[in-house]
């Protein structure tokens, strides 16, 4: 596609439940990022895929979350257990540059979580 | 660990007014970037700053970079309705790093 889609747009979840976030990067973009953003808050990194490799979850706020990008294309981020505090929209970006943030990073839209 | 402050966080205009936001950081940046998010939207970059004493324009916005590169301006001329949004600045957390550090942003708002 021409830009970076990500689904669902909007997720109510109830606490406890399984979530999982897709985001569909541009296509050929090497790099692939996942960001949280609280209300009223910038977004604040999670992750990063250099192709189907992980090469940072050092943002990852607890074991309850996971993500993965099998084939270097798509990726997944999925939240167990669900919180109130996980509530935030979930960036994910991409870049065509494999090292390094010396490079433009096209956002999606996010996906919007509400965690009851 | 750095950390970006923006002020002010929010700010209602008039159409046609003048405006700056400032962003500053606890250490000297790697690279700034401002992005542009509307509300719904993603993030959009605005511009990447790399060189202390840098000053680049795109149309209306008129982006400085301190000479220190701690700091930095977004100025805007004449602003319009669609101006409206939150204005991020971010930086590369380090060499190799492949984080951004945000700020948290000025919400602009401009009425017509």
């Known amino acids: 596609g021409a830009g970076v889609s990500q689904s669902p747009r909007y997720k109510v979840a109830k606490r406890g439940q399984d979530v999982a976030l897709r985001c569909d990067p541009i296509?050929?973009?090497?790099?692939l990022f996942w960001y949280q953003q609280a209300l009223g808050q910038g977004p604040e990194f999670l992750t990063y895929?250099?192709?189907?490799?992980?090469?940072?979850k050092s943002g990852l706020p607890s074991d309850r979350f996971f993500a993965e990008r099998p084939e270097g294309s798509v990726s997944t981020l999925k939240i167990q257990r669900t919180q109130q505090e996980d509530s935030a929209v979930y960036l994910c970006?991409?870049?065509?540059?494999?090292?390094?943030?010396?490079?433009?990073?096209?956002f999606g839209e996010g996906s919007r979580l509400t965690v009851l | 660990t750095q950390l970006l402050e923006q002020s002010p966080q929010f700010l209602s205009i008039q159409e046609g007014e003048n405006l700056t936001v400032y962003c500053n950081s606890s250490?000297?940046?790697?690279?700034l970037q401002w992005y542009r998010q509307e509300p719904g939207e993603g993030p959009v970059l605005l511009v990447t700053?790399?060189?202390?004493?840098e000053v680049k324009k795109l149309k209306r916005l008129t982006f400085q970079f301190g000479d220190a590169r701690k700091d930095s301006s977004l100025h805007i001329t004449a602003a319009q309705p669609g101006d409206t949004g939150l204005y991020l600045c971010?930086?590369?957390?380090?060499?190799?790093?492949?984080?951004?550090?945000f700020g948290k942003g000025t919400k602009l708002s401009v009425i017509p």
């Open positions: 970006a991409s870049s065509q540059r494999a090292q390094g943030l010396t490079g433009e990073l096209f």
């Open positions: 296509s050929g973009h090497v790099s």
């Open positions: 971010a930086d590369e957390s380090g060499a190799g790093s492949y984080q951004l550090t």
């Open positions: 700053v790399v060189t202390g004493g």
């Open positions: 250490s000297v940046f790697s690279s």
């Open positions: 895929f250099q192709n189907e490799a992980q090469l940072d």
